[in-house]
């Protein structure tokens, strides 16, 4: 954390900037957003100035003090956004990296199985329908007619 910070016009600042996702205990920015996506934070200084912080680092510094040098902070509930410091700690890079490889190949398993089941169940021969749906199952972004029209399919079976 930088020195010379206005501590009770920051918190005042900062519990403005983010509502609580009930269903994910996330604390969403909804303040700017920065380059890839993190909350960016104007840190109210003692002599009137602001000094821009990301809103996530400023959160978990709060909380547990500077972040130790050569480590990052890491979002545990893996959404850019939040600021609750109990979904952040610190890690290495590496870590980091790891992390998104293990979730990247746990998407692709997912997709596969959407995929499979798709084709299964509808019957869709043409590759690219059934790769678009099934991408957009994964993402939880099928639309409620279409999801009707794989359900009837799933019946006729
Ligand atoms: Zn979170």
Redesign the pocket.
């Known amino acids: 954390m930088v020195n010379n910070v206005d501590l009770e016009k920051a918190l005042e600042s900062f519990q403005k900037k983010y509502t609580v ?1 009930e269903e ?5 920015w909804s303040g700017a957003l920065g380059n890839g996506g993190y909350g960016q934070f104007g840190i109210p200084l003692i002599d009137g100035t602001y000094v821009s912080s990301s809103a996530h680092k400023f959160a978990y510094e709060l909380k547990n003090g500077v972040v130790p040098k050569g480590l990052v902070i890491r ?5 850019r956004n ?3 410091p ?3 700690s610190v890690g290495t890079n590496a870590d980091n990296q790891m992390d998104r490889k293990k979730r990247v190949f746990k998407e692709k398993e997912q997709y596969e199985k959407d995929l499979a089941w798709l084709m299964g169940i509808t019957g869709i021969k043409t590759h690219t329908k059934a790769h678009r749906l099934a991408l957009r199952l994964l993402r939880r972004t099928i639309s409620d007619s279409e999801l009707k029209t794989i359900v009837d399919a799933a019946r006729l079976i």
Do not use: F
């Not at 994910?24 to 969403?28: I, M, Q």
């Not at 979002?75 to 959404?79: D, I, L, M, N, Y």
């Open positions: 996702n994910t205990g996330c604390w969403e979002h545990k509930c893996h959404r939040c600021v609750n109990d979904h952040l």
